[in-house]
């Protein structure tokens, strides 16, 4: 997995782009990237025929990118190379996707607005379109990464997310905490207690997590974390044991271990892009 060089980043003229731009700025420093694109698309049939008269003088790409350039400049501190572009398509997943792919992007950055007014462009279609990363960020973001958890499933597909946090790692020290979810075969309630079961079975899920980063041979230190839960709420699980705080950073791969389309994404992974999380939420592709 090569480095993260080239950032995308989806602005919307909203109040959080101010925010998304803050912490591209800080992203993009500690990462040392080479160079960030800031897109917007114009959707000017939503633009409602009250208002085409009013308009029909004025050149929308001009303003807008106007405005956006100011923008960058007053938010975006890193010494890195940026570009706005601005584009009218009707779709703007696809024009995201369209850009990603000219520029060779590695990362995209777009704005959780799931406790803000409007959707914003974070979809799950966009998670799915997009070969490159996926960072989303909410408005109580703090642009600091000491702390990471890496949610994992023991699969290969978990493994990727390591390359990732490696180059977080390398000049942040940071510290990263390996978060695994298992579950109590129910299949045997009926003849074993699950107070008898417990102990052995979170004895096996600590041999198999510690095994798994063994393997890694990772040049860090990573905590392993385990929970009690269900297969089918891990994803709600690692939600509720975040709020506990000092977390500055949640990465998860696409896919899990049961996953076997290419162009799925997992579904631990797409009830964390769609929920309301107090940090970011990076998807590792």
């Known amino acids: 997995m090569k480095r993260i060089k080239n950032i995308l980043v989806a602005l919307d ?18 990462l040392k990237v080479e160079n960030v694109y800031f897109v917007h698309n114009i959707k000017k049939y939503e633009i409602s025929d009250l208002f085409e008269e ?11 990118g106007e ?23 009707p779709y703007s997943e696809t024009l ?45 973001a703090n642009e600091k990464i000491d702390v990471i958890w890496a949610a994992i499933d023991l699969s290969q597909e978990s493994r990727k997310i390591f390359t990732r946090t490696r180059e977080i790692q390398e000049d942040n020290g940071s510290i990263l ?6 579950s109590v075969p129910v299949q045997f309630s009926p003849y074993i207690s699950p107070e008898a079961m417990e102990p052995k079975v979170e004895k096996h899920v600590n ?10 041979e990772y040049p860090h230190s990573v905590e392993p974390i385990i929970f009690l839960g269900r297969e089918s ?26 996953n076997f389309s290419p162009f799925a994404v997992g579904t631990v992974t797409e009830e964390l892009f769609n929920a309301d999380l107090d940090v970011p939420l990076w998807v590792v592709k």
Request: aromatic share 6%; proline share 1%.
């Open 177 to 182: 905490k390996a978060v695994h979810v298992y």
């Open 54 to 64: 009013h308009l029909k003088d004025i050149n929308l790409d001009e303003v807008i």
């Open 207 to 216: 041999e198999k997590i510690n095994k798994f980063l063994n393997k890694l």
């Open 233 to 258: 709420g891990a994803a709600r699980k690692i939600q509720t044991k975040m709020l506990s705080g000092g977390i500055d950073l949640l990465m998860v791969s696409d896919k899990g271990g049961n």
């Open 96 to 140: 995201i996707k369209y850009i990603a792919e000219k520029y060779q992007v590695d990362l995209a950055i777009v704005g959780n607005k799931k406790n803000e007014r409007g959707t914003g462009v974070v979809s799950g279609k966009l998670l799915r379109l997009l070969r490159c990363d996926v960072l989303a960020v909410p408005a109580s």
């Open 67 to 89: 405005e956006l350039n100011e923008k960058v400049k007053v938010n975006f501190k890193a010494s890195v190379n940026w570009e706005v572009l601005i584009s009218e398509d």
């Open 13 to 30: 003229l909203s109040v959080m782009d101010e925010k998304v731009i803050k912490y591209t700025s800080f992203i993009a420093a500690k």
